[in-house]
């Protein structure tokens, strides 16, 4: 929605490992990356606005996806960042952003999607929310 309203001219993800669904015209099992690329494209996002970021899997996930992502958005010149996540992840999301943005001069913008936690994914991510705050 963003990108065909010109919000945003590029789309950037993390890059996941594995894969997914079983295509019959590949006959093998699409990559997560693969499948998600083609979900973009199916949805008239033009193949070269999409990137996909490589992070290193750590303990601090959020944190380490935020500087990777920034990183990489500061090596390509952009001045702003428009970040998509479910509603629950949106304070942990700014909070690890707007650290790494704010040294790179990026402003941020932030979005919830539509997606509708379970009580326990509340739970967890109220657990971690306090943790970055202790860290921050």
């Known amino acids: 929605?963003?990108?065909h309203r010109g919000l945003c001219k590029r789309?950037?993800?993390l890059s996941r490992p594995g894969i997914t669904e079983y295509d019959?015209?590949?006959h093998?099992?699409?990559t997560n990356d693969e499948w998600f690329i083609d979900k973009l494209v199916g949805r008239g996002v033009?193949?070269?606005d999409i990137e996909l970021v490589p992070v290193k899997h750590s303990f601090f996930g959020t944190l380490t996806e935020a500087k990777s992502i920034t990183d990489?958005?500061?090596k390509m010149g952009y001045k702003n960042l428009t970040l998509v996540t479910s509603p629950h992840h949106t304070m942990r999301t700014w909070l690890a952003f707007s650290k790494?943005?704010?040294e790179r001069g990026i402003v941020l913008y932030l979005y919830a999607s539509n997606y509708h936690a379970a009580l326990y994914e509340l739970i967890f991510e109220y657990l971690k929310l306090v943790l970055y705050y202790m860290i921050s």
């Open 1 to 3: 929605m963003l990108y």
């Open 11 to 13: 789309i950037m993800s």
């Open 24 to 26: 019959h015209n590949l």
């Open 28 to 30: 093998r099992n699409l």
């Open 46 to 48: 033009k193949k070269e």
């Open 72 to 74: 990489t958005a500061s």
């Open 100 to 102: 790494y943005a704010k």
